[in-house]
């Protein structure tokens, strides 16, 4: 028996949060792009304006009145960038998260109609897009590929994200006199280094029940979990 689909939304610095209901109200349209090479995104557009946020209830002379602020979602501290956030749907009992990631644009589409007319644009990425912020050079002395994956991804364990790296047949270490492992770009770019090496690939996932994040370094192409 259908019992409805219903739609979730977290935000957050770190620890996402379940949106307010008014925010979760002005959203018009969701969409969510997944990918088997690069980062997934999603794009949800909230309707902004006198009408767009639902409003406020407050008691005017004893009567129950709605006001409403204009472009109050804009200033919102859930909805700044690099702010995490989680969209999850939930079809009958089946719970399944379609995005895990990070918010990276805002923009705001206005309109000259007066009554909720102009819309508010959040874009962003999954959760990779952190590894790839920043270039550290380091070397790894005395470890296979597999345990240097491991020891890049598990340094994200703030965004919930738990590595599953699986090795490769040849998993070899190498030690210090013959070769000394160097990242000389960011974590992404090595991470992706090491997989094509291997003829595998690297990519995230969103994992459907403790809405963390999965990266793996492993199987082949021909081979991707659906």
């Not at 209901?21 to 909230?46: H, V």
């Not at 005395?142 to 090795?167: C, E, H, R």
């Not at 000389?184 to 291997?198: E, I, S, W």
Request: hydrophobic share 40%.
């Amino acid at each position: 028996m259908f019992k409805g689909v219903h739609l979730r939304l977290l935000l957050g610095p770190t620890v996402p949060l379940p949106a307010p209901y008014y925010m979760t109200n002005a959203i018009t349209s969701i969409e969510i792009k997944n990918t088997d090479s690069g980062r997934d995104g999603f794009q949800i557009t909230l309707k902004m304006g006198r009408q767009g946020n639902g409003g406020s209830l407050v008691s005017l002379g004893g009567q129950s009145t709605k006001l409403f602020l204009d472009f109050n979602l804009l200033d919102h501290p859930l909805l700044k960038p690099f702010n995490r956030i989680i969209i999850i749907v939930t079809i009958n009992t089946l719970r399944k998260v379609l995005f895990d990631g990070l918010i990276t644009n805002i923009q705001v589409m206005a309109s000259n109609t007066p009554m909720g007319g102009s819309n508010l644009v959040i874009t962003g990425e999954d959760l990779s897009v952190m590894m790839d912020n920043k270039e550290t050079p380091e070397t790894y002395e005395n470890q296979s590929d597999a345990q240097i994956a491991t020891k890049i991804i598990s340094a994200y364990a703030k965004y919930g994200i738990v590595p599953l790296v699986i090795p490769p047949l040849t998993n070899y270490t190498s030690t210090v006199n013959e070769k000394l492992p160097c990242k000389a770009g960011t974590d992404l770019q090595y991470l992706q280094k090491l997989a094509a090496k291997h003829d595998h690939i690297f990519f995230c996932r969103a994992y459907r029940c403790s809405w963390s994040k999965f990266r793996i370094l492993g199987t082949k192409r021909t081979k991707i979990p659906p």
